[in-house]
């Protein structure tokens, strides 16, 4: 990619990464930052790791700065504080020692589709095998329990094991979904992780969900990613919401409901993953015969009698084959994994 780009341009004295690199983390807020879980994240990796820029993005050429803008200080007699935005690509070492890059900052609102070529074009001039992109959404979920990722892939099999709890739907677009999907249709490998936010919290800061985000980021790429902080701020959050929780009987009924419907997904989930045989007409008419002959028998069934044995519906076992292998391999895990 050349130096200056109509988009990207290198700091100076920098040509690219450190290191080898393998993945790539977007941290670009969508929309609104839900229950501030990427600030959160961004934080937690950038004030923990070693970690430099490499290079940022034309804000000017990205965002409308009328529709997104920044906070500014009037003091006394003049005007002071203003920090203009940016899109910044980083290049982090893990807590073992692993190179990654974080692109961070606000979404774009213009020019996606140019975006998304220079994008693609580091990610090939790099070597990137995997990017990962991060969401927060608000869910009618309790806070009283796990915080769920939902998780996407470019390729099913970059998420084995995963299922979602949407079906099919149309949503308003976000500049990190069409990266996603554009880089997918380039034959990149994708994984998109999208951390719950209980709506009622959506618009605080929520560390769990953050916490949850990293975990799954740390399933996803294998880097060792720091996460007692999280842990830490969201078992404090936890306690002062359950406070207010406790004094008020309206929050104690909203969240009664909210974790009866949870419970009850969560339990026709685990249902549908239990996979039953059906049987046949041929199997059905016989259970019939052997019931009516039952009947008119004077004393029961013997129990040494093979015609008796094994009715009822039978249980298929789980032989799914694992002989395609990813050219990524993340862990293996469902909705619920923290």
């Given amino acids: 990619m050349d130096r200056q780009s109509n988009r990207f341009s290198w700091h100076p004295g920098i040509v690219g990464p450190d290191q080898e690199v393998s993945a790539l983390i977007t941290l670009v807020q969508s929309f609104s930052d ?32 009328r529709d997104s803008r920044q906070p500014i200080i009037f003091d006394t007699d003049h005007f002071e504080g203003y920090e203009r935005p940016r899109l910044v690509l980083h290049e982090v070492t893990d807590q073992l020692g692993q ?29 990137i095998r995997l990017t990962v992109i991060t969401d927060s959404i608000p869910i009618p979920t309790p806070h009283t329990r796990p915080a769920i990722v939902t998780r996407w892939a470019s390729r099913p099999e970059l ?100 974790e009866e419907q949870y419970d009850s997904r969560v339990a026709q989930r685990e249902l549908g993953t239990t996979q039953v045989a059906v049987p046949d007409a041929e199997d059905i008419g016989a259970e019939v015969e052997d019931f009516l002959r039952s009947i ?38 469902g909705d619920l994994d923290n």
């Fill in 34 to 65: 839900t229950g501030l879980v990427q600030a959160r994240v961004r934080d937690a990796i950038l004030s923990q790791l070693p970690h430099h820029e490499l290079g940022e993005f034309d804000i000017d050429l990205l965002l409308d700065h």
């Fill in 99 to 127: 190179a990654f890059l974080v692109l961070e900052g606000p979404e774009p609102a213009l020019g996606w589709e140019s975006l998304v070529s220079s994008l693609t074009s580091l990610v090939d001039s790099m070597g």
């Fill in 159 to 258: 998420i084995l094991g995963s299922t979602s709890p949407f079906g099919r739907l149309q949503v308003p677009a976000s500049f990190p979904v069409v990266l996603g999907q554009r880089l997918g249709e380039t034959n990149h490998a994708v994984i998109g992780l999208a951390s719950h936010v209980p709506h009622y919290l959506a618009d605080l800061d929520y560390p769990e969900s953050a916490r949850a985000l990293v975990e799954a980021l740390r399933g996803a790429t294998g880097l060792a990613l720091p996460i007692n902080s999280l842990a830490v701020a969201a078992n404090t959050v936890r306690a002062e919401i359950d406070t207010q929780v406790n004094n008020s009987e309206e929050l104690k009924a909203m969240l009664h409901a909210l």
């Fill in 296 to 333: 008119d028998e004077d004393d029961g069934p013997s129990n040494d009698d093979p015609d008796t044995q094994g009715s009822g519906p039978r249980r298929s076992s789980d032989d799914t084959s694992d002989d395609d292998k990813p050219d990524y391999h993340p862990r293996r895990g």
